[in-house]
């Protein structure tokens, strides 16, 4: 049963071929079984999870349920949880219980999904890889001496490796999308402002948003039905109309138009994941699509601009964990100064040091226009790139990532070829557009994403494509064979 | 060498809101520490700022009160610093883009005289908690509840010459945002207070001289006082052939001196950048015209209208038009008595005034109510009383005693206006004072009017100071020809 | 551009993060092959371009002035590192 998609776990549920307490229990037992090796949770809440299942069992088949009652879920552990250790994958905040419930949080509480745990991730979601958490690295449930990718690492390893049926995940520079490709699930990033922010810890304010990891489009429509919407506590949430994600995915796709960015095909990428793309768009084309080439001229200057724009907020957003109200203290501070230097020192990792010491130096005084205002221009000539292509294009298709999952340490200690891997990715994010990737193949075993990206909240227009292009192909239901 | 002043001034206005700034938490002051600072005051991870809409409307009412630019768009930037009072690490202020540009106010000089004073900008940003340093050993304690409390920041141009001209200044503004009700300006509570700007150059010269900047001073006095002072170390420091360094120092109202916070703070680098988690404020010409219509009366409008609708001189008129509070209690006892506004005024600036001083209080709290100071008034129009008798029957009514009418009964105050009466107590005095009726009679007219007062004097005090005095002075006039 | 340790030191200092010898010296390479990465911006003529600090040109939202939130001190110091009587303590601050 852990093999089937929501759809199918709901179907199970309200037609009592199951309980939502015999499938909250299975997959707890596969989470304690298999978080060894993955070490793709942080905490997992069975005493809370089963009570959740009971009283989900409880109103199934009554009005109160929403389709997606009883079934389980698990959260970044970016995401608060009121009263559940909400870490961000850093010493900084081991200690943290948060006192309330992210807004994505409750919306899934809500609809009635059980929460199973908190799932692993680079620290702060910062990193491409999942090797940057205090809690370790997560493993690639495809091949264990591989990454997962990154940040959102335990969430793909765990919805690969049928853990859970679904999870929530953030995308910063491709946070989402990247271990969806690399562990072969689908996620989606939404357009900016679509899915609330509030109560998922900050790392770059104007380029984060939360979103699915599935296991199918169908299932990443469903569970943006519940996730998207106005928060009136998120003063950058978008109050335009939520649809039906769910409507549109069996539309057929005879006819549209998909821009293949001349720029994701160059050099950089995989000759292997090239072909595996270049056969999918085929598959495209079959189902009727038009693709033809475009440009997106400003591509190559999306990793620097995105590498001054989320230091340079993150170096902001990571000033209040100083040891005062919550998380970590040093011992016995000398005074205020040694307070905040050691508290911080000794709680965060050297990627996030990185980051906010190349955000602080871009800021500061001197530097401000060089680099700041600048990436700033930058980040308007790549959303124009974008809107230039989208009217002659309805949807873009390309590679999520430049390889397969790289092995464990082979990027760790070279910061830079880390952060040039998130080309197809960041500026995505730096123009706030949704996009999603979906399995598209293999290269060496190892799973590679087909990425497609749409215009400002044309997030059903993605999935109806994904969607197609998932009945045709049978990439998406591939499962690890040590998990299965 | 003679030297000249420059003073510009910060003036923090706490505005008057139910809630903070960027969270539902209340304002109020006094609270237990930290119960009223919640999740988005603490900062705690994962949390956003939404703006409250009252602050953005207070703000642009200032900016129409100061005749100020309201730009279309304004936003709201992280000043960042680390300071325990200082929960995120940084303060949500604004930095390029504020919500008021390029204003003024007139204050008026000791001469009378009228002066400009320019206000390059008003901006919204968020309070800092505080910090409690003693009660806790080796440590300091923290209480959030002020953090997140909304400010306007309102930053003069340097255009002041005196710590004179900036008192009238800091108190011209206190006057303005307690009449636009954005401002309690409860200066001990710290809803009012201002930082000052500070150099000297010599007499002539075009180029300002190094400012050192006086922090967080919280009265009209202290201003005056912390201004001179330092006015005084730059004109020692200067003449002793040193230099002035730029930096912030604290005023120490105790020790009445100021001294240096030390460079560490100036070698901040606040790293201003705009708000992520925020989107441009946009005010459309529309709000600004309904918010013009909501404006009461400011005071330099009220003051005018007080000198041509009362006849009041303008001296008093600007007295009362100080406080909105004080102009509609003259208001209500001017209408009352319909007549003699200009001796209502006299009331008020001057018995009225000097028992509020007495006893600390504010006119909202005043034991005479402007009807029963007006009855007071009419009793004293209406020769019931005299003006001398009035200032018995004022007292009376500020200690309780009742009303002007119970209080002139009770202890039978009444002018005396019977003729007959009033003859004879003149008769007596003519009588009982036989040279000064010689001398009288002997001067001439001119010199006359002036003796008569002591004749007047004598009766008055025989008859226990109430007989009308125009009676008084008529029947003498008459009787000693 | 690159960030001698010195200059580290500076921006270590500005973000509060206390850093020995050894540490500014890997961070000082590190950072520096950073600004390299980041300086291909310099490429690209942004003369004519205004800066967007956000991906979608809206405005604010803007909330009523209503007190929405009650006290939850207890809660909120239930795991603070060190408070008393209420109060967040650290060590003590020098004016």
Redesign the interface.
């Known amino acids: 049963m852990h093999q089937s998609t929501l759809a199918g776990l709901s179907e199970a549920l309200r037609s009592k071929q199951i309980s939502s307490t015999e499938l909250t229990e299975h997959f707890i037992s596969r989470c304690k079984k298999h978080n060894e090796q993955l070490n793709c949770f942080i905490t997992i809440n069975e005493e809370q999870a089963l009570a959740a299942a009971k009283d989900a069992d409880n109103i199934i088949g009554t009005d109160s349920a929403s389709r997606l009652t009883g079934i389980p879920i698990a959260h970044k552990d970016i995401f608060c949880t009121n009263g559940i250790k909400t870490s961000c994958g850093s010493k900084m905040l081991d200690n943290f219980i948060a006192p309330y419930d992210a807004t994505v949080v409750e919306k899934i509480n809500q609809a009635g999904l059980i929460s199973l745990g908190k799932t692993n991730m680079d620290e702060f979601a910062m990193g491409s890889s999942n090797e940057t958490s205090y809690y370790g690295a997560v493993k690639n449930p495809w091949h264990l001496d591989h990454v997962p990718g990154g940040s959102s690492g335990g969430s793909a390893s765990a919805v690969a490796a049928m853990l859970c049926p679904a999870a929530t995940g953030t995308d910063t520079g491709g946070s989402i999308r990247q271990p969806a490709s690399m562990c072969g699930i689908t996620g989606l990033k939404p357009t900016y402002g679509r899915v609330s922010r509030y109560g998922m810890i900050a790392y770059a304010s104007s380029l984060d948003q939360g979103g699915p990891m599935t296991r199918s489009a169908e299932d990443a429509a469903l569970l943006m039905n519940v996730l998207a919407g106005f928060d009136e506590r998120d003063s950058t949430s978008s109050d335009q109309l939520v649809e039906d994600y769910t409507e549109r995915l069996n539309n057929p796709i005879e006819g549209i138009k998909i821009g293949l960015p001349k720029q994701y095909f160059d050099d950089g990428l995989d000759s292997e994941v090239a072909s595996v793309i270049e056969d999918s768009i085929k598959q495209l084309e079959k189902l009727g699509a038009i693709c033809k080439e475009i440009e997106l001229p400003n591509t190559h200057l999306s990793i620097p601009a995105y590498y001054v724009v989320a230091p340079a907020e993150c170096s902001s957003n990571l000033s209040r964990f100083d040891g005062v109200r919550f998380g970590y203290r040093c011992e016995d501070p000398k005074d205020l100064s040694d307070l905040y230097c050691r508290s911080r020192a000794e709680g965060f990792g050297n990627e996030v040091k990185r980051r906010i010491m190349i955000g602080t130096y871009v800021l500061s005084a001197g530097y401000y226009d060089a680099y700041y205002l600048k990436a700033q221009k930058i980040r308007h000539l790549i959303r124009d790139d974008f809107q230039t292509a989208f009217n002659e294009v309805d949807i873009i298709a390309g590679p999520t990532a430049t390889g397969p999952a790289f092995k464990l340490n082979e990027k760790i200690n070279d910061p830079v070829s880390m952060y040039l891997s998130d080309i197809y990715t960041v500026s995505v994010n730096l123009a706030g557009i949704p996009a999603i990737s979906i399995p598209a193949g293999f290269v060496s075993s190892l799973p590679i994403g087909l990425q497609l990206i749409g215009n400002y909240f044309k997030e059903s227009q993605l999935l109806n494509v994904a969607h197609q292009f998932q009945l045709a192909t049978d990439w998406h239901q591939r499962t690890p064979e040590a998990f299965a | 060498m003679e030297w000249e002043t420059v003073i510009g001034l910060e003036i923090h206005a706490q505005l008057a809101t139910h809630s903070k700034i960027f969270s539902g938490a209340a304002t109020e002051y006094g609270a237990q520490a930290n119960t009223q600072a919640c999740a988005v005051d603490l900062g705690l991870p994962g949390v956003l700022p939404v703006v409250n809409r009252e602050v953005v409307t207070m703000a642009i009412k200032f900016g129409l009160a100061i005749d100020a630019t309201i730009p279309e768009q304004s936003v709201f930037a992280r000043k960042n610093y680390f300071y325990p009072d200082l929960p995120k690490g940084y303060q949500i202020s604004q930095f390029e883009l504020p919500i008021v540009a390029n204003g003024h106010i007139d204050i008026t000089l000791a001469d009378g005289k009228s002066k400009r004073i320019g206000i390059t900008r008003a901006h919204l940003e968020e309070d800092a908690g505080k910090s409690v340093h003693e009660g806790f050993g080796d440590n300091t304690g923290i209480d959030l509840n002020r953090a997140g409390t909304p400010l306007l920041e309102i930053v003069s141009e340097p255009d002041m010459r005196s710590a004179e001209e900036a008192v009238s200044y800091m108190k011209k503004i206190h006057s303005l945002v307690r009449y636009l009700g954005i401002c309690d300006g409860n200066m001990q509570e710290g809803s009012f207070r201002c930082d000052a700007n500070v150099s000297i150059r010599p007499k002539g010269q075009e180029e300002f001289g190094t400012r050192a900047e006086l922090k967080n001073i919280n009265s009209f006095r202290f201003v005056e006082q912390a201004i001179n002072l330092e006015v005084e170390r730059q004109i020692d420091l200067l003449e002793d052939g040193g230099e002035v360094v730029q930096e912030t120092r604290l005023y120490d109202p105790d020790k009445n001196e100021t001294r240096s916070m030390r460079s560490k703070e100036e070698a901040n680098d606040y790293r201003y950048f705009p708000d992520p988690d925020l989107l441009p404020i946009c005010i459309s010409a529309e709000q600004i015209e309904s918010i013009r219509q909501e404006l009461p009366e400011l005071p330099d409008a009220k003051r005018e209208r007080f000198i041509k609708e009362y006849g009041l001189n303008e001296n008093d008129s600007l007295i009362l038009t100080a406080q909105n509070d004080l102009a509609d209690y003259f208001e209500s006892c001017a209408k009352k008595v319909n007549s003699s506004a200009q001796l209502c005024a006299n009331w008020i600036n001057g018995e009225l005034t000097a028992a509020l001083n007495r006893e600390n209080k504010d006119i909202n709290q005043s034991n005479v109510t402007a009807e029963m100071l007006a009855d007071m008034i009419i009793r004293i129009n209406d020769d019931t009383i005299s003006g001398k008798i009035a200032k018995q029957v004022f007292e009376s009514m500020w200690n309780g005693e009742g009303t002007a009418d119970e209080i002139i009964e009770k202890k039978n105050l009444k002018q005396v206006t019977d003729t007959g009466a009033i003859e004879k107590l003149v008769d007596d005095v003519i009588s009982q004072n036989d040279n000064q009726v010689k001398q009288y009679l002997a001067s001439p007219p001119e010199k006359q009017a002036k003796l008569i007062g002591f004749f007047v004097g004598q009766v008055m005090k025989q008859s226990q100071g109430k007989a009308n005095p125009k009676q008084v002075n008529q029947l003498l006039r008459e009787k000693l020809k | 551009m690159s ?1 001698d340790k010195s ?2 030191e500076k ?9 020995n010898d050894q540490e500014n010296t890997v ?1 000082s390479e ?2 520096s ?12 003529d ?1 003369s004519q ?8 040109d ?12 009650t ?3 207890e ?8 408070t ?10 020098i ?1």
Do not use: C, N
């Open positions: 960030l200059e580290v921006i270590a200092w500005l973000a509060r993060l206390e850093t961070f590190e950072l092959s950073i600004l390299d990465l980041v300086e291909q911006m310099d490429a690209a942004t371009v205004s800066a967007i600090a956000h991906p979608l809206m405005v604010t939202r803007l909330r009523a002035d209503a007190v929405t939130e006290d939850q001190r809660r909120f110091q239930q795991h603070a590192p060190l008393e009587d209420g109060y967040y303590l650290v060590p003590k601050v004016e």
